[in-house]
């Protein structure tokens, strides 16, 4: 990347009228316009050292002096590059897609370290953790909110692409960490008498076993994480009778615990669970390792059977149901289906 010192001396002020949350979604020629550098030269300043970037951040935010000066003092701060909420491998999505329709050296720079960080995070059992480089339930493999799913799929689409930039070494690096991260995914599924059934949230990068994160997210099932990680296994060309006993015992699990009659209503600022018989079928969040049953935690930490006994900052501030599972069912006869072609 260009020294930040040159945007300091050079710019006062970067604008794009492009907002970073519609980055993604625009028609193929956008990515080689003038506009579309302008936000990668922002995205990029936002790249931390060792290549990854910060979450929940707003790429396409105006920068003063400032801002540019707290950037590159940050820049060194490395507990801050994770890949939770989409985070470095967005980024890394947007760049290649400018890259590849207009070629620039300091994005190729930039996706070189990106893919650099990824990689080097990744375990040697194949998990990612949220941060590498910080500590408690960060290191834990992360499925939640699309972690690691994330990755993965940035990785295969990158693989499956073949962009100029990528060299030999990290094509077979990628390979073999995708390779990793399946073999990961099947030993982390939850088997119970034997049988797969669905994934925790976050699981343990020693033992592979489900683990807690934040005080109110329990080791458990979860309903809305496992549904993403069904969905990039049913995605895999001639799967292995291993990915497909996965997907088998997950469409499993999902038929057997969703949860029909009833509705989550928002309703001044609260949510509500009304009774409706025509509401299309949810999941919880969490389900008990050992009853199956769905459970709720405040800040607390303690496990409740009820959604409305928690209080009401994590009753409204969480998705405490979900409905993703809903289109893996959808799917899933088509998927049967193609086996047999």
């Keep these: 990347m260009r020294h930040i010192l040159l945007f300091l001396s050079t710019l006062c002020l970067l604008k794009a009228k492009m907002t970073w949350k519609s980055a993604l979604k625009q028609k193929e020629d956008w990515y080689g316009s003038a506009?579309?550098?302008?936000?990668?030269?922002?995205?990029?300043?936002?790249q931390k050292s060792n290549g990854g970037w910060p979450k929940n951040t707003d790429f396409s935010s105006d920068l003063d002096?400032?801002?540019?000066?707290?950037?590159?003092?940050?820049?060194?701060?490395?507990?801050?590059?994770?890949?939770?909420?989409?985070?470095?491998?967005?980024?890394?999505?947007?760049?290649?897609?400018?890259?590849?329709?207009?070629?620039?050296?300091?994005?190729?720079?930039?996706?070189?370290?990106?893919?650099?960080?990824?990689?080097?995070?990744?375990?040697?059992?194949?998990?990612?953790?949220?941060?590498?480089?910080?500590?408690?339930?960060?290191?834990?493999?992360?499925?939640?909110?699309?972690?690691?799913?994330?990755?993965?799929?940035?990785?295969?689409?990158?693989?499956?692409?073949?962009?100029?930039?990528?060299?030999d070494q990290e094509k077979a690096a990628i390979k073999n960490a995708l390779s990793k991260g399946l073999d990961c995914i099947l030993k982390t599924q939850i088997r119970i008498d034997g049988n797969p059934t669905v994934w925790c949230a976050q699981h343990d990068?020693?033992?592979?076993?489900?683990?807690?994160?934040?005080?109110?997210?329990?080791?458990?099932?979860?309903?809305?994480?496992?549904a993403g990680i069904v969905r990039y296994l049913m995605e895999i060309r001639n799967p292995s009778p291993e990915v497909s006993q996965a997907i088998e015992g997950s469409v499993s699990w999902f038929r057997t615990h969703q949860i029909t009659g009833i509705r989550i209503i928002k309703r001044d600022g609260n949510r509500f669970i009304v009774k409706d018989e025509n509401a299309p079928p949810v999941w919880a969040r969490f389900s008990?390792?050992?009853?199956?049953?769905?459970?709720?935690?405040?800040?607390?930490?303690?496990?409740?059977?009820?959604?409305?006994?928690?209080?009401?900052?994590?009753?409204?501030?969480?998705?405490?149901?979900?409905?993703?599972?809903?289109?893996?069912?959808e799917d899933y006869p088509d998927w049967k289906k193609s086996l047999e072609n």
Excluded at 35 to 40: D, Y
Excluded at 157 to 167: G, H, S
């Design 35 to 46: 506009e579309a550098h302008e936000l990668a030269e922002k995205v990029m300043l936002y």
């Design 65 to 167: 002096l400032d801002s540019l000066k707290r950037l590159a003092e940050q820049r060194g701060d490395l507990k801050e590059a994770t890949i939770d909420n989409g985070a470095t491998y967005t980024p890394l999505e947007f760049l290649t897609q400018v890259w590849q329709a207009k070629p620039d050296s300091e994005i190729e720079s930039s996706l070189h370290r990106g893919l650099s960080f990824l990689l080097k995070s990744q375990y040697p059992n194949g998990g990612w953790p949220q941060r590498p480089n910080h500590s408690g339930y960060s290191l834990h493999i992360t499925y939640n909110d699309g972690a690691m799913i994330g990755v993965m799929t940035y990785l295969r689409d990158l693989l499956e692409k073949l962009p100029t930039f990528l060299m």
């Design 205 to 226: 990068a020693i033992t592979l076993l489900p683990a807690k994160a934040r005080s109110y997210e329990h080791p458990s099932f979860s309903g809305g994480e496992s």
């Design 288 to 329: 008990d390792l050992k009853t199956g049953k769905p459970i709720f935690s405040g800040r607390d930490g303690i496990i409740k059977s009820s959604f409305d006994e928690i209080e009401a900052e994590r009753r409204n501030g969480y998705a405490w149901y979900v409905g993703n599972p809903r289109s893996i069912l």
